[in-house]
């Protein structure tokens, strides 16, 4: 049974670029959340995506969106990237249903 | 109020002596209280959790207290290890349209040898 996995690991992108995140549930997860992480403290919740569909919302812009696909997979896009975007990127996913949630390890964003 | 604070930010503890770090909470909604262990470079760990309606739940040397009417909460290391030396996240669920995950701000723990 694999864990839930992030890819790229690191990114360094330039302020008004466009980034795509990407993530691998855990097998048998349905449910997916992203999470962000700036430096020296807690994540805070972006978007949950179940069945394909956004159910829920932190206090992100628009300009974060995200996509889940049939095998539960998922992306987390960000436009117009700006300096303070810079972070850990943390997927998380679980069974529908449950709050047991298992991260990924992360894409560290770096925005210069 | 949707804020889970949380302190110290940072605590050194002896070998083999006990770590305590403490949150506190506003929002009645929260309905399920997990702690997190982060080592560098690593996504949060699901370490322990509890329900409001328990007041003190034990796993091998971790321990959670929680004082439901102060809304306070707390977690116990016994007996620490120099293995336990990572960044400690409280955390509060809440379900609106989907189950949230509200973490405190974290504590890095440094077990000295």
């Known amino acids: 049974e694999t864990g839930v996995t992030q890819s790229p690991t690191h990114l360094i992108k330039t302020r008004g670029q466009q980034v795509t995140l990407r993530c691998s549930s855990q097998s048998g997860h349905n449910t997916v959340s992203w999470y962000q992480q700036a430096l020296g403290q807690g994540p805070q919740f972006i978007f949950q995506y179940y069945r394909e569909e956004e159910n829920g919302r932190g206090n992100f812009p628009p300009r974060f969106s995200g996509l889940q696909f049939p095998n539960y997979s998922s992306e987390l896009n960000v436009n117009a990237l700006e300096l303070d975007d810079s972070a850990l990127y943390l997927c998380a996913s679980s069974a529908g249903g449950s709050w047991g949630y298992t991260f990924g390890s992360g894409t560290r964003l770096t925005v210069v | 109020q949707q804020q889970v604070k949380q302190s110290p930010q940072s605590l050194i503890v002896q070998k083999g002596g006990i770590s305590i770090i403490n949150c506190a909470y506003e929002n009645t909604a929260f309905d399920y209280f997990p702690w997190y262990q982060q080592f560098p470079g690593k996504g949060p760990a699901l370490l322990i959790a509890i329900r409001p309606d328990v007041s003190e739940k034990k796993e091998g040397r971790f321990t959670i207290s929680f004082n439901k009417s102060a809304k306070q909460f707390s977690l116990h290391i016994m007996d620490s290890q120099p293995g336990d030396s990572a960044t400690y996240f409280c955390?509060?669920?809440?379900?609106?349209?989907?189950?949230?995950?509200?973490f405190g701000q974290g504590t890095r723990l440094t077990i000295n040898p």
């Open positions: 955390a509060a669920t809440i379900f609106q349209g989907a189950q949230k995950l509200v």
